[in-house]
């Protein structure tokens, strides 16, 4: 350490400190270091609500279910699709956030995340998905019932059987609301 180093200036907000941490993760060779540091900088870019790189310092370190999660709390997946390679886990996420937006009575969010979720990967699932998400919106049963057909039958590659029956519930707990 220098004598100059003393008089530089410190990081002070959440959004310098994650910068601080992220610039030592990148020229750390230690990968045990390297994804603590990543970690360090990701709280500190969520403290700051900078998701976008919060969710890249995620990925980075290998914690794509943290950066999965976030995504769902945010209702916003669009971070997790920019930086993650995985379609399995971002087509899971979009699910998860149209999930969490039904059980909150936002419809209208949910058929827009379930058109980007159709967009990203079509198939015969996330067709339905779309549908349901629709005529929810709309309260139009009769649709709903065709399009819970249609999720149960529908075949997709990249949702698994465990993420479907959670999706099949929430329509059925929705259903229910409306009798």
Same mark, same amino acid.
């Given at each position: 350490?220098?004598?100059?180093?003393?008089?530089?200036?410190?990081?002070?907000?959440?959004?310098?400190?994650?910068?601080?941490?992220?610039?030592?993760?990148?020229?750390?060779?230690?990968?045990?270091?390297?994804?603590?540091?990543?970690?360090?900088?990701?709280?500190?870019?969520?403290? @700051?609500?900078? +998701?976008?790189?919060? *969710?890249?310092?995620? #990925?980075?370190?290998?914690?794509?279910? =943290? !950066? &999965?999660? $976030? %995504?769902?709390?945010?209702?916003?997946?669009?971070?997790?699709?920019?930086?993650?390679?995985?379609?399995?886990?971002? @087509?899971?996420? +979009?699910?998860?956030? *149209?999930?969490?937006? #039904?059980?909150?009575?936002?419809?209208? =969010? !949910? &058929?827009? $995340? %379930?058109?980007?979720?159709?967009?990203?990967?079509?198939?015969?699932?996330?067709?339905?998905?779309?549908?349901?998400?629709?005529?929810?919106?709309?309260?139009?049963?009769?649709?709903?019932?065709?399009?819970?057909?249609?999720?149960?039958?529908?075949?997709?590659?990249?949702?698994?059987?465990?993420?479907?029956?959670?999706?099949?519930?929430?329509?059925?707990?929705?259903?229910?609301?409306?009798?």
């Amino acid at each position: 350490m220098s004598f100059l180093d003393s008089f530089k200036k410190k990081p002070q907000t959440p959004k310098e400190l994650g910068e601080h941490f992220y610039e030592k993760a990148q020229l750390t060779k230690d990968l045990y270091r390297r994804k603590k540091l990543l970690l360090t900088a990701a709280r500190y870019f969520e403290e @700051a609500l900078d +998701y976008d790189t919060t *969710i890249r310092c995620l #990925i980075i370190s290998g914690e794509a279910k =943290k !950066a &999965r999660t $976030l %995504s769902v709390r945010l209702c916003d997946p669009s971070y997790l699709r920019k930086h993650s390679q995985d379609k399995g886990a971002v @087509a899971k996420t +979009y699910l998860g956030c *149209i999930i969490k937006c #039904i059980n909150e009575n936002i419809f209208g =969010k !949910a &058929r827009l $995340l %379930s058109k980007e979720l159709m967009d990203y990967n079509s198939d015969e699932f996330t067709e339905a998905v779309f549908f349901a998400a629709n005529s929810l919106e709309r309260t139009n049963m009769a649709e709903l019932d065709k399009a819970l057909v249609k999720i149960q039958e529908g075949k997709t590659e990249v949702i698994d059987e465990e993420t479907r029956k959670i999706f099949i519930n929430t329509l059925h707990e929705k259903c229910k609301e409306y009798n």
